[in-house]
């Protein structure tokens, strides 16, 4: 099993990155799915998260209307589309996969990517 995350980078505040994150190994349908972030010096937080029928969205809220969260039951990804992105945005993104809703009870963690905001 493998969650496989891309998109991340360096940008600069107000710009926008899109997070992909792709399953191997496992069929995400039956998961919600979400993504957490770990800043330098900080704990990990839950940004956000999608139920696994794509109806139920959870944002931090920090990053509501700004983040959106998505998932493509056929494809078997997880996308969040970042937009007017703010330098304390950067951290190491990570995509996740839980039976429950949001709880943080995390069965899958992919690896991150890295997301830097700064000019």
């Known amino acids: 099993v493998q969650l496989q995350a891309s998109g991340g980078g360096l940008v600069k505040p107000g710009g926008s990155l899109r997070l992909s994150c792709a399953a191997s190994?496992?069929?995400?349908?039956?998961?919600?799915l979400g993504w957490f972030r770990q800043a330098p010096g900080k704990e990990r937080e839950g940004v956000s998260c999608?139920?696994?029928?794509?109806?139920?969205?959870f944002y931090l809220e920090s990053v509501k209307d700004r983040f959106t969260i998505s998932r493509d039951n056929a494809k078997n990804t997880v996308s969040l589309q970042m937009n007017s992105l703010k330098p304390e945005d950067t951290a190491v993104y990570y995509c996740?996969?839980?039976?429950?809703?949001?709880?943080?009870?995390?069965?899958?963690w992919g690896e991150g990517t890295l997301v830097t905001v700064s000019s």
């Open positions: 190994g496992l069929n995400l349908e039956d998961y919600t």
């Open positions: 999608v139920s696994s029928s794509g109806g139920v969205t």
């Open positions: 996740t996969a839980e039976h429950t809703y949001c709880t943080g009870a995390i069965d899958y």
